[in-house]
Structure formats: C-alpha cells, structure tokens
C-alpha cells in the first residue's frame, strides 16, 4: 500500500483497506477490535497501511473523528485535518508507514455534546490501550499526541517499563494555529521518535 497521504473519502480506497483488515500484520489487532464491535462497540479498524504489529512506533491520539467516513479506521488518510497533518509531520520526520500504528485514547466516538472525552471515558480507554500495547511486541517507542493522550502515560509506563514515551501536542489546526512553537514541538518529538526507533 502506498506510503503517500491519500484520503479515506475515497469509498475504493475505503473498501481496499477494509478487504485488508485481516492482513497478517494486522490480523491480531483487528480481531480484538472485532470482538468488541461484535459487542456493540464501534471500534474503528487498524489500518492495514500502517505497520501493525510489527510497528515500533505507537501515535496516541485523543479520540475519533465525527466526521470520519465507514468503516472507520485510526488512519493518517482520515480525511480530517488533525489527521490530515499528522501524516504530513510522519512524512516530514521520514518516519515510514511500516513502523508506526496509530491509535485513540478514547478509540470510540462520542454520543454526548462534549467534544472533550470525560475522566470516565479516559479510564476505559486506558484499560483497553493495556490490551492494543500487548499485541506491539515490537514496540520501541509511544508519542503520547495531546492533553487527553497525556493521561495515558502511566498505562503505558507500566504495560511497557522499556518503552520510550514522548509527548507532543496535538496535530490539530486549532493546537496549531495557538504559537509557532507548535509545529516546530511537533516535529521536534518525532525526530526524536525516529532516532529512538533507529537506537
């Protein structure tokens, strides 16, 4: 699959990507998530353009999009625009699709009118991140994206003692629209996850 930004508006493109949920690479993820949508639980998919579990680099975000198409997938080819721009930061930090995996704090969409996930919605989504970090035995390096995916970083502190945590602001255009520093923190902590992946 490509390396390059394309976007998840595209329906083809939507349906490839979901004939290949059950890739090797992803095959485990994406059966946990499976099992949950089988649950009532509307998951988005690991996208199979991404690394994996084989990915050494694991992007927290804080939560899924409203607007993302279906199937949803935690995906750099979302089409919106935090999405939208952490591809471009990856891409500018020649950090490859193969070695990272994204995923969501709070990896389910919101019914309620607030756009910021709860303290009781972070809880859940931490105790199930326990289960996502132990399907990446290749996992090197987490870049905790954001205030909300902050908050993760004693889950993932203590599932994985060795792992490298960085923290970055969001990729939001709001986030990045507040100082120039923002995009420069940014790119800053990705250079630095690409150097520990590398170490």
């Not at 993820?29 to 990915?55: C, I, K, M, Y």
């Not at 902050?150 to 960085?166: F, I, M």
Request: glycine content about 8%.
């Amino acid at each position: 699959m490509s390396e390059t930004c394309t976007s998840l508006l595209d329906p083809f493109l939507r349906e490839e990507r979901l004939a290949a949920v059950t890739a090797p690479h992803v095959a485990a993820l994406n059966r946990w998530v499976s099992g949950l949508r089988q649950h009532g639980v509307e998951l988005p998919w690991f996208d199979p353009a991404d690394g994996g579990t084989g990915a050494g680099l694991l992007v927290l975000l804080q939560s899924p999009a409203r607007s993302s198409p279906s199937p949803r997938f935690v995906s750099r080819d979302n089409p919106g625009p935090a999405q939208q721009n952490l591809g471009r930061f990856l891409a500018e930090a020649g950090i490859a699709r193969r070695d990272s995996v994204l995923w969501n704090t709070v990896p389910w969409v919101s019914d309620g009118p607030q756009k910021r996930p709860s303290a009781a919605d972070i809880r859940s989504g931490c105790a199930w991140l326990e289960d996502v970090l132990a399907y990446l035995p290749a996992l090197r390096v987490v870049v905790l994206a954001g205030a909300v995916a902050a908050q993760a970083r004693g889950t993932v502190s203590h599932q994985c003692p060795g792992v490298t945590v960085l923290k970055m602001p969001h990729p939001s255009p709001l986030s990045l629209c507040t100082s120039p520093a923002v995009p420069e923190n940014i790119r800053r902590v990705l250079r630095e996850a690409r150097a520990a992946l590398a170490g």
